[in-house]
């Protein structure tokens, strides 16, 4: 089975970069077959669609946060790496990481993702 967990800083400075982690057990995040996402539930609201990596390597991000963001990947560790740069408090928020076996676009639709993380609180804030 696919296991995700999400690790993260918990506080952040408005200004800084948001650095975070998804380490993947039970595949590779490397297979073809898997695509890694982001997303994102502030307080009060509902799902948001971040961005995706690829088992190749490929991203592709949310129109809205494709400036600030990028997601990269550490083989070596099994781990995927978001980071988005110049937070601000419209940036606390509860950050998952999904795996999907279908490349399906700004989803926030629960039932197209077979695993989840638990999510890790971050705030914005200084």
């Known amino acids: 089975q696919v296991q995700l967990q999400e690790s993260g800083p918990g506080l952040v400075k408005p200004s800084q970069t948001l650095s975070l982690t998804c380490t993947v057990s039970?595949?590779?995040?490397?297979?073809?077959?898997?695509?890694w996402n982001w997303l994102r539930q502030p307080p009060g609201k509902g799902l948001e669609w971040m961005g995706v990596i690829s088992g190749s390597g490929s991203a592709w991000y949310s129109p809205s946060l494709k400036n600030r963001l990028s997601i990269s990947r550490d083989t070596s560790k099994n781990q995927v790496t978001p980071q988005l740069l110049s937070v601000t408090p419209e940036d606390t928020a509860v950050y998952y990481c999904?795996?999907?076996?279908?490349?399906?676009?700004?989803?926030?639709?629960?039932?197209?993702?077979?695993?989840w993380g638990q999510g890790t609180q971050v705030t914005v804030s200084s």
């Open positions: 039970g595949a590779s995040i490397r297979t073809e077959t898997y695509f």
């Open positions: 999904a795996e999907a076996k279908t490349f399906i676009m700004s989803s926030t639709t629960e039932g197209h993702y077979d695993e």
